[in-house]
C-alpha cells in the first residue's frame, strides 16, 4: 500500500481532554489524519489499545495504521460517517482493493483489521454501540449493520470471529477461476513450442501436453521417469523380442538402434489397431501418491521420439558431464530433472504471451472438463436419462487421481447444460471404424426422410425389433446422426 501524506510516523500529537476521559495514554505514537488534517481519534485511540494492551509489534501496529488510513479515505470518498457503515460498504471497499490490484489473501487481510477495529472500538472501548455483532452475547438480530459469524479453525476449540461474505474480495471478472477451451489450450501449447532452441521447443509442448492431455499436476509433469514409459510399455505387453526371454525395451538404448525403433512403433501401432489405445504409466504427484494415468498411444509416441531426437541430442552435447537421471525433461544446463514450480512458471508465461487467463493448472482442469464430457455422453448414450450420475463422477475421479467426486461436479453440471442446448441424443458406436458409416447414414436420413423406409424393411429382414414410436417421431434419425459428440 502506497505512503500517504496523512500518514505520520511516530508524531508527538496533542489531543482534546474529552478523549483522554476514554483511558488513552498519549504520547509518542503513530497517528492517521482526515483530509482537513485532524488527527482521527478512533483510529488512534485503536492503535494504542493495539500496542499498550495487546502487546502487538511496531511493525504490526504501522501495517494495521496503512490500511485504516485506506479505509478512512473511502469513507471520506463516499461521504460516510465512522459509525454509520453496514455490511454493502464494507464489501464495497474490499472490491475496490481488489480492482485496485491487492490480492485475495491481502484484502482479506484488511478486511480482518477493519472488523478487529470495530470490534475493539465497540466490546473495549466504548467509542460506539449497536454498531457490529457480538456472535458470543447470541444477539443476533437485524438491528446490528455489520455481521459478524464465528469461524471454527481446523478441529481444535479455536476459533475466531470474522465477516461473513468470503466473495467480497473477488470482482465480478475473477469470481471464478477460467478454463481455457480446447483452441485456448492449442494456442497455449502453441505458444510453449515456439522456441528457437528445439529441445526447449519440444521440452515446453510436452509440459503443457502432459497436463492438458493426461492431466497431470506440475509436480507429477517434474517427477516423469524415461524408466516409467518402459515399464508401462512392458505391462501393456510390448516388449523387445530379440531377448530371450522378453525385456522391456531401453527407451534411451534405442536412440542409436533403428531396427529396435522400428520394431517398437510396429508393436504400439499393433497394440492400438487391437481396439487399446492408452498405455498406462505410473506417476507419482500429489502426497507423494503413485497412481496409474492412461496415455494414448499417439501422444506415447510423441514421447519416444523427444527421447531418441531432441533429448538424446541434449546428452549427447554435454557427454563429458555425468547424466545419471532418468527424468524425462532435464535442464540443459545441469542435465538433471526440473523442479515442479520451474515447470508451472513456463506455461504461466505462455498464458500470458498467448494472452489466454489461467496458469498451468487449468490445462489440467480442461483435461478434466474433457474426461466428464466424454463420460457422460457415454453414460447417457448407453442409459438414456436414467444413466448414473455418480458412477460418471466416480470414473472421472479415477482418472484424474481424486480421492472423492466432489469438485467434479461441476464439470458433470457443466456437460449436462452443453448437452440441453444441442439437438438430438448421443449414441456410444465401440468401433470408430464404422463411425464413418454412421455418419454418412445419418446424413442421408436427414436430407432423404424416403430413406427411414429403406432402414426400416433391412431393420425388419434381420429380425431385428424396433420401436415404431421412435420412427414415427423422427428419433431415429436424431439418434443416428447423433453429432458423435466426443464419443
Request: charged fraction near 25%.
Amino acid at each position: 500500500m502506497r505512503r500517504d501524506s496523512r500518514y505520520t510516523r511516530h508524531q508527538r500529537i496533542s489531543v482534546p481532554p474529552s478523549f483522554l476521559e476514554l483511558g488513552s495514554a498519549c504520547g509518542r505514537c503513530i497517528s492517521v489524519k482526515d483530509r482537513n488534517g485532524r488527527v482521527v481519534l478512533p483510529i488512534l485511540n485503536y492503535l494504542q489499545h493495539r500496542l499498550n494492551v495487546e502487546g502487538k509489534a511496531p511493525g504490526t501496529i504501522i501495517d494495521d495504521a496503512y490500511i485504516l488510513n485506506s479505509w478512512w479515505m473511502f469513507l471520506e470518498t463516499s461521504d460516510r460517517a465512522w459509525a454509520s457503515v453496514d455490511d454493502l460498504l464494507i464489501q464495497a471497499w474490499g472490491k475496490s482493493l481488489n480492482k485496485g490490484g491487492a490480492k485475495y489473501r491481502r484484502v482479506g487481510h484488511d478486511l480482518h483489521v477493519l472488523f478487529h477495529f470495530y470490534n475493539i472500538c465497540q466490546n473495549s472501548l466504548g467509542l460506539i454501540s449497536g454498531v457490529i455483532e457480538d456472535p458470543r452475547t447470541r444477539i443476533i438480530n437485524d438491528r446490528f449493520p455489520i455481521s459478524v459469524v464465528i469461524e471454527v479453525r481446523n478441529r481444535s476449540v479455536r476459533y475466531r470471529e470474522r465477516f461473513p461474505y468470503r466473495s467480497w474480495a473477488r470482482s465480478e471478472r475473477s469470481s471464478r477461476r477460467p478454463t481455457p477451451s480446447s483452441e485456448e489450450a492449442e494456442q497455449v501449447l502453441t505458444t510453449l513450442s515456439d522456441n528457437s532452441d528445439v529441445y526447449q521447443g519440444q521440452r515446453l509442448w510436452l509440459t503443457g501436453a502432459w497436463m492438458y492431455k493426461v492431466g497431470l499436476r506440475c509436480a507429477g509433469v517434474a517427477g516423469l521417469t524415461v524408466s516409467a514409459l518402459s515399464r508401462g510399455l512392458a505391462e501393456a505387453g510390448i516388449c523387445d523380442g530379440r531377448t530371450n526371454p522378453p525385456q522391456s525395451y531401453d527407451l534411451e538404448a534405442l536412440s542409436n538402434d533403428s531396427t529396435g525403433m522400428e520394431q517398437l512403433l510396429q508393436s504400439v501401432a499393433q497394440h492400438k489397431r487391437l481396439g487399446t489405445a492408452e498405455i498406462y504409466v505410473r506417476v507419482v504427484e500429489k502426497g507423494a501418491k503413485v497412481r496409474l494415468v492412461p496415455v494414448e498411444t499417439d501422444f506415447l509416441i510423441d514421447n519416444l521420439y523427444f527421447i531418441w531426437g531432441a533429448r538424446a541430442s541434449l546428452i549427447e552435447r554435454f557427454k563429458t558431464r555425468n547424466h545419471a537421471t532418468d527424468a524425462l525433461l532435464i535442464s540443459c544446463k545441469t542435465l538433471s530433472r526440473f523442479k515442479a514450480k520451474s515447470l508451472g512458471n513456463n506455461v504461466k508465461a505462455a498464458f500470458l504471451i498467448a494472452d489466454v487467463r489461467g496458469s498451468a493448472h487449468r490445462l489440467r482442469a480442461a483435461f478434466l472438463q474433457r474426461i466428464t464430457w466424454r463420460g457422460y455422453l457415454k453414460a447417457r448414450a448407453a442409459h438414456g436419462h436414467r444413466y448414473d450420475a455418480e458412477g460418471v463422477l466416480l470414473v472421472a475421479a479415477e482418472i484424474a487421481g481424486h480421492s472423492g467426486t466432489g469438485s467434479l461436479r461441476y464439470y458433470l453440471d457443466d456437460a449436462i447444460r452443453k448437452d440441453a442446448l444441442l439437438p438430438g441424443e448421443p449414441i456410444l458406436i465401440t468401433d470408430p471404424s464404422k463411425a464413418p458409416l454412421m455418419r454418412h447414414l445419418a446424413a442421408a436420413l436427414e436430407t432423404h426422410p424416403e430413406t427411414i423406409h429403406a432402414v426400416r424393411k433391412l431393420l425388419d429382414e434381420l429380425g431385428i425389433e424396433f420401436d415404431d414410436n421412435d420412427v414415427a417421431s423422427s428419433d431415429l434419425r436424431e439418434k443416428l446422426r447423433g453429432h458423435f459428440r466426443g464419443t
